[in-house]
């Protein structure tokens, strides 16, 4: 069996810390690996309602932002999903292998739709089939993604294991998520229990890519902490997760344990550490938006760079989906 990347991000606003720590720089060490393709899910972001003129301006803004994080399109293969059209026609093939039961059991439908499941799209509640689609047309075998993937990659695996069963032939791999050990969750900076995301009303829960320094400071210096010094070891910090978050992500940043930050600033308070993060965000950070700023002044060239995309993705799924029809006994 090949290996293979496959991993894909919402179209919707910028990218943020948590989208950065948990799957991007994964996305973009694995690159060197191992075959891989980076897909922006316009096709999942239309399940709730969207701006048309937002979607293309985001998916354009999408596409800068990977490239300016390191994604190299020389190297792999970054399209938009609504371009290859085998996706939906996979993603309606495993709609009648998922079993509703199945669907029932996400989290993420139960969390987006919230009390009005009623009224929520029924493109919202086979969302993850569009997801197992997306990775399984590809014959994947890797899938870098942050924890919160985790549920939609098990039905991945459920949907691909069926469907081999129910047509007795071994046609698609079982995919293993990737999932980093200690930026898997990146949390609010506001809450500790929830996770850093994109559609937290507060812009002071989450550090953009596209933050100036300012923010970023000011962001840091206001993220929620408690009163107590930093401890000597991890096993201290389970009770603290908004001091345990910083903890994380100025371990990332610095490609460091959580121990190694802890044998550094143990005893010390959280506004000299508080300081110190802030000015290894803003180095990490500034780089990248200067290039993103550059990317997006070029829009001919982002285009061009999706298209080619699109070309070499079809070329992979074309024969997978050849094969799936086959065996499912279409004319
Ligand atoms: P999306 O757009 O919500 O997020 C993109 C990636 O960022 C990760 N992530 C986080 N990781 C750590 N901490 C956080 N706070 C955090 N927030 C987001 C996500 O886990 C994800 O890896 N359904 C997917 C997109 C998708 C996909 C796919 C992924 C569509 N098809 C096929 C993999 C394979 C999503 O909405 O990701």
Redesign the pocket.
Known sequence: MIKRI?????PTGNLHL??Y???ITNWVAMQHDMPSIF?I?DL?AITVAQDPVALRAGTRDMAAALIACGIDTDKAILFHQSAVREHTELAWILNCTARMGWLNRMTQFKDKAGKDKEGASVGLFTYPVL?AA??LAYKATH?P?????KQ?LELMRDIAQKFNTDFGRQIFPLPEPIIPKT?????SLRDGSA???KSDASDMSRINLTDDADSIVAKIRKAKTDAEALPDNAADLKNRPEAENLVVIYACLNKISVDAVLAEWAGQGFGAFKAKLAERLVETLAPITSELVKLQADIPHIDAVLAKGADAARAIVAPVLAEVRSVVGFL
């Open positions: 496959f991993s894909g991000i919402q948590g989208n720590l948990g799957a897909c899910v999942h997801q997306d990775v899938v993604v942050g924890d919160d993937q939609h930026a898997g969750r990146i949390m996770k850093m995301s």
